[in-house]
């Protein structure tokens, strides 16, 4: 199993744990964490993710992801396919980053990409660029293949 973890994600973990669905969401990236060192899942990674993670300003939460990202199996670069596919999501409403998130994942035939962003994955469920791809919540995604 491949998966994407945005940066959304990535943050969970670190964000503040008073709110349920924040801390439900928090479990469930750490659930994933743990199963990828224990199973035959895949993290893939990208360029983008490094990218937008160096850009936190808080150097105590960008240094702790940095050592999560270390872990990355695979890290997709930036290529015209995705600059092109990427430009195709965002004429359809997708911000740029996701879209550049999005295709690095189709890129390296993710099986799922995750996200904490409710409008990114609502837009990106129904995408038929992205119809080969599971986007889901990763609370959500967790329930469903337990």
Not at 34 to 49: A, D, H, N, P, Q
């Amino acid at each position: 199993m491949k998966i994407y973890l945005d940066v959304c994600c990535l943050n969970r973990p670190f964000d503040d744990q008073t709110q349920d669905r924040v801390h439900l969401e928090a479990e469930a990236v750490l659930s994933i964490f743990r199963r990828l060192e224990k199973s035959g899942w895949t993290w893939i990674s990208s360029s983008v993710v490094l990218y937008e993670v160096n850009q936190i300003p808080n150097n105590d939460r960008k240094h702790r992801i940095l050592r999560l990202c270390d872990k990355a199996s695979h890290v997709v670069t930036l290529d015209n396919d995705i600059y092109t596919l990427a430009e195709k999501l965002k004429h359809l409403g997708v911000k740029s980053y996701d879209a550049l998130h999005l295709c690095c994942a189709k890129k390296a035939n993710t099986d799922v990409f995750l996200s904490t962003d409710d409008k990114l994955v609502k837009k990106s469920r129904n995408n038929k660029i992205l119809s080969d791809m599971k986007v889901d919540n990763p609370l959500n995604w967790l329930r469903k293949i337990w």
